[in-house]
């Protein structure tokens, strides 16, 4: 986290940087040139009155000298003034005939200038008759060692200003990037928590961008892990209640079959093998759902003729319907063949007709139905029984719930569970509607063709 505040702060600095170099450059170039503006007009009006003042004198431009050397050079001796420059001036004088007067380098004394450059020259009058113009050659006015040290100055100040915006936008982003990079610190402090194994706490809420959202769902992910870690924790002691309770009954019973206080008649032998399938049964149950959470579920998809199968599974709860009163009726459409694992198809319906007829009273009806619909079939095992409770309808798919919690109804309380574990590996849905007193459907949806398959399954 450090070494990212750090880049941001070297970040912000090499965007300002340069940013405020280009903004230092155009200032100085601006103030240069309107510098150079005025020094070009006070030349100007120097020069104009110098003219006027020597036509004034003498009657004539004969004998001007247009440029007059700066002020501090005046003074000087005339062997001590420095050469005259050799570069071309700002303005040329011209007489009345636009001819140069004090001719300089390229326009010797006398040189016409051309018609096509004398638009735009300047009059000088004299009681309202031209008596000279002036001519821009487009040559900066020269600069005297004043207006020199005054650029000079004006550079080194805006690079200071310059390198103090650098600090302060380096301080400023030290503070930005520290106040940005708060929730991730949160972030990275709740995430060591739970590598070290503590117990997820809600990091505090985070501004309402990008970074929010992150502790957001950060916050749903550790309520997530503790609602499973709770459920499993659950789910461990419910499963070795299950195991244990048989278990004690069955070592119990033959303890004394052991000690002939209690005969090994064929009844009890048989209940005690009906414990022990059941035994395997669960086993088996928490095995197939150990491979569905690992991606090592195989599924042997074929070719599945619905109707056919949806009336095998119908046969096979015939005499125990008949047995409980109730009535039993399978209502299934022609259509496609669907492509699935008829073995765990069936043990879905099987799971789902279990539980219709441990909660149908006697003289009520379980249907089966199935039909195409959409991309895929709808098969549902629907009954007349008591219903379930809206707090339990959802929670009836998880491991090892019971809606009657005495347990008096058989069943390991896994099957739902194996049965929606067993449709979304098929690419389908499992999904339940059910009333307080006016019975419970269960719709098992199927995709026609064979998708393409999870992982390991």
Known sequence: MRRLRTRLVRAFTLVSLPALLLLAGVTFLYARHAYLALRRGEVLRELDNNIRRHHRATGSLAGLQPQ??????????????????????PFLVLDPAFRVVGGVAGYPAGTVLPAARRAGLREVRVNGRPIAYLYATGT?????????AFLQQTALLLLAAVGLSALLATGLGAAVSRHLLAPLRALQRGVRSLTVGRAPHPLPAGPPDELGELLAAFNAMTAELERRRVAGRQFSADIAHDLTTPLSV???SLEAMLEGTLTPTPGRLARLHAQTGHLLHLTGDLRLLSLADAGDLTLHRREVDVARLLGEVAAAFEDRAGQAGVTLTVQAAGGPPARVDPVRITQVLHNLMQNALNHTPAGGTVTLTAGVRGGGWRLTVQDTGRGIAPGHLERVFDRLHRVDEARTTPGSGLGLSIARTLAEAHGGTLTLESRVGGGTTATLTLPRGSPAPPPGV
């Open 250 to 252: 069955m070592r119990a």
């Open 140 to 148: 900066p006015p020269p600069l005297d060692a004043q207006s020199r």
């Open 68 to 89: 007059e050397p700066p002020l501090e050079e005046r003074n000087l001796e005339p062997q001590r003034r420095p050469p005259p420059p050799s570069s071309l001036p």
